[in-house]
Nanobody, 117 residues
Framework: QVQLVESGGGLVQAGGSLRLSCAAS????????MGWYRQAPGQKRELVAT???????NYADSVKGRFTISRDNAANTVYLQMNSLKPEDTDVYYC???????????WGQGTQVTVSS
């Protein structure tokens, strides 16, 4: 079965760092792109960062210069290095994979990131 398994979330003080990981398994086709999205209560899920299989990246303006997305294509794993964290970064973070020619979407279960003041 297809699974996106996330790890690395938790509680951190403002200014601190976290590194999120997401490993995809059970996927028979190539992963075109992977990314991270976040969602706060009462809000829509929004893009944080994406990376293509070729290494092209996109970031939300709010995280540019602070977050870095990277990937290990052979391991079907994507990472999100989060530095200089702010309380407003507190959200549930979701891993996403776009798979195959048409880019079928799979989502992870979400991992909580909480940044304290």
């Amino acid at each position: 079965q297809v699974q996106l398994v996330e790890s690395g979330g938790g509680l951190v003080q403002a200014g601190g760092s976290l590194r999120l990981s997401c490993a995809a398994s059970g996927i028979r086709f190539s992963i075109r792109a992977m990314g991270w999205y976040r969602q706060a209560p009462g809000q829509k899920r929004e893009l944080v960062a994406t990376i293509s299989s070729g290494g092209s990246t996109n970031y939300a303006d709010s995280v540019k210069g602070r977050f870095t997305i990277s990937r290990d294509n052979a391991a079907n794993t994507v990472y999100l290095q989060m530095n200089s964290l702010k309380p407003e970064d507190t959200d549930v973070y979701y891993c996403r994979a776009a798979v195959g020619t048409v880019g079928y979407i799979y989502w992870g279960q979400g991992t909580q990131v909480t940044v304290s003041s």
